[in-house]
C-alpha cells in the first residue's frame, strides 16, 4: 500500500537558520496539506494546497513559511528564520480527488531549533 | 473559532472490555469526522471515517455521528494491550475552492491494561 514518506526524520537547527522539510506524498493524490504537533500539544493545520497553489493557511503560517511542490512529485515547507518556538513534529498529509476523504500522514519530521 | 473537545483521559479499561471515547465539536458546518491513533512519538494513523449520522462498524471499532448533538464517538471492543495510544478527533471543514482542513482534539490516552 502507498505511503506518504518525509525527510529528514529529525532536524537540528540553530536559530535564525533556514530547514526545508520534504514530503512525497502518495501518486496521484491532488491535496497536500502540512500540519504541526508541539509536544504535548494538539495537532495543528497550517497550510493546504492544490492545484499547484495555496488553498488555505491558518494563522500560524505566517510569512517565514512557504511551500512548494517543484518537480510535480516532492511537496517541501520551508521555514525561512527559525524560531525556538518553531520545534515540533511537522506533518505531511494528502488526499485523493475529493477533498472529503481521509487524509493520510506521513511519519513526520521532528525539528529542533537551539 | 473551530474548536474539537476530547476528554484528555487517562482512560483506563482491562483487556477485553470496551473502550468509549467521545468528542464534541464547534463547527455546525463540518460533514465529516475521523478517528485517528497516534503512538507516542508517531504520527496520526487513520482508523475511521464517518459522514453520515448514526453508527459504522469496521472491525472492532465502530464510530457513532450525532450532527443535532455535534458529537462523536468511538467504541473498541475487545481491547487489547496494543490499542494503548491516544486517540485524536478531528473534524474536517471546508472554505471553498479546495480549501480543506482538519481540525483536531487534544486526544484521549487509553490504556488497557492486561
Known amino acids: 500500500e502507498p505511503e506518504v514518506t518525509q525527510t529528514p526524520s529529525h532536524q537540528v537547527t540553530q536559530m535564525g537558520q533556514e530547514v526545508i522539510l520534504r514530503c512525497v506524498p502518495i501518486?496521484?493524490?491532488?491535496?497536500f496539506y502540512w500540519y504541526r504537533q508541539i509536544l504535548g500539544q494538539k495537532v495543528e493545520f497550517l497550510v493546504s494546497?492544490?492545484?499547484?497553489?495555496?488553498?488555505?493557511k491558518s494563522e500560524i503560517f505566517d510569512d517565514q513559511f512557504s511551500v512548494e511542490r517543484p518537480d510535480g512529485s516532492n511537496f517541501t515547507l520551508k521555514i525561512r528564520s527559525t524560531k525556538l518556538e518553531d520545534s515540533a513534529m511537522y506533518f505531511c498529509a494528502n488526499n485523493p480527488g475529493t477533498g472529503e476523504d481521509e487524509q493520510y500522514f506521513g511519519p513526520g519530521t521532528r525539528l529542533t531549533v537551539t | 473559532q473551530k474548536e474539537v473537545e476530547q476528554n484528555s483521559g487517562p482512560l483506563s479499561v482491562p483487556e477485553g472490555a470496551i473502550a468509549s471515547l467521545n468528542c464534541t465539536y464547534s463547527d455546525r458546518v463540518s460533514q465529516s469526522f475521523f478517528w485517528y491513533r497516534q503512538y507516542s512519538g508517531k504520527s496520526p494513523e487513520l482508523i475511521m471515517s464517518?459522514?453520515?449520522?448514526g453508527d459504522k462498524e469496521d472491525g472492532r471499532f465502530t464510530a457513532q455521528l450525532n450532527k443535532a448533538s455535534q458529537y462523536v464517538s468511538l467504541l473498541i471492543r475487545d481491547s487489547q494491550p496494543s490499542d494503548s495510544a491516544t486517540y485524536l478527533c478531528?473534524?474536517?471543514?471546508?472554505?471553498?475552492?479546495?480549501?480543506?482542513?482538519?481540525?483536531f482534539g487534544k486526544g484521549t490516552k487509553l490504556s488497557v491494561i492486561p
Open positions: 501518486s496521484n493524490h491532488l491535496y
Open positions: 464517518i459522514y453520515s449520522n
Open positions: 478531528a473534524a474536517l471543514s471546508y472554505s471553498g475552492a479546495g480549501s480543506y482542513q482538519l481540525t
Open positions: 494546497f492544490y492545484n499547484n497553489e495555496i488553498s488555505e
